[in-house]
């Protein structure tokens, strides 16, 4: 059951990182933007349309990235002080509540929405360069497939540690600064209390 869960993490994670790609050519096209604005007087008719295109693509794939590293925003004042069994429960009341319907409302109307974009083929409306939409609208139902295979892994990983009484292990990339300070002061504390022992002892 681990490995199927660290998979939809990996799964997540590897499309996340691949689009995140996509803010090198963001940057690219808005720097040559603004160099052909401001310093020759000649602005491009597609760079707009390429930057909501490039970060649209980004924020829409990063979702289910976001939700696998546990990392979307959560009133967690009281959460965090809660055993891991009530944050659990607590976790799959609410995916069952708001989650899932909203997951399978956006991926029913963007598959519509997708649909119509790309039958028509549709081009940007703000530009004369007339750039296709219809690439980007496509991953709306894409993203809420990734979510609706996420949120299942972490409703999965509630009912284990409603089970076993521990959240099951889940990939991190990076560590949130508090939970890096209070691991170090702990850190010093037993290193302390070690030190006290030894000399005590001599």
Same mark, same amino acid.
């Given at each position: 059951m681990t490995r199927f869960l660290l998979f939809i993490d990996l799964l997540s994670a590897w499309i996340g990182k691949a689009f995140g790609w996509l803010i090198l050519i963001l940057t690219l096209g808005v720097s040559y933007e603004v160099f052909m604005r401001y310093l020759l007087g000649a602005p491009t008719t597609w760079a707009f349309d390429i930057s909501y295109i490039m970060y649209g693509a980004m924020f829409l794939m990063a979702g289910a990235y976001t939700l696998s590293r546990n990392?979307? &925003?959560? @009133?967690?004042?009281?959460?965090? #002080?809660?055993?891991?069994? &009530?944050? @659990?429960?607590?976790?799959?009341? #609410?995916?069952?509540?708001?989650f899932f319907p909203a997951v399978i409302a956006f991926i029913w109307a963007g598959w519509n929405f997708a649909k119509m974009s790309v039958m028509f083929k549709e081009l940007s409306i703000f530009s004369p360069a007339g750039i296709p939409v219809f690439p980007l609208k496509t991953l709306i139902p894409v993203t809420g497939v990734l979510l609706f295979l996420q949120g299942a892994a972490d409703v999965t990983r509630c009912i284990l540690c409603i089970r076993n009484g521990a959240w099951p292990q889940r990939l991190h990339d990076v560590e949130e600064m508090e939970s890096a300070i209070l691991a170090e002061q702990q850190m010093l504390r037993e290193q302390e209390e070690k030190n006290s022992v030894s000399g005590k002892g001599a």
């Open positions: 990392g979307h &925003v959560r @009133a967690d004042i009281f959460y965090r #002080l809660w055993p891991p069994r &009530v944050q @659990a429960t607590v976790d799959l009341v #609410l995916y069952g509540i708001f």
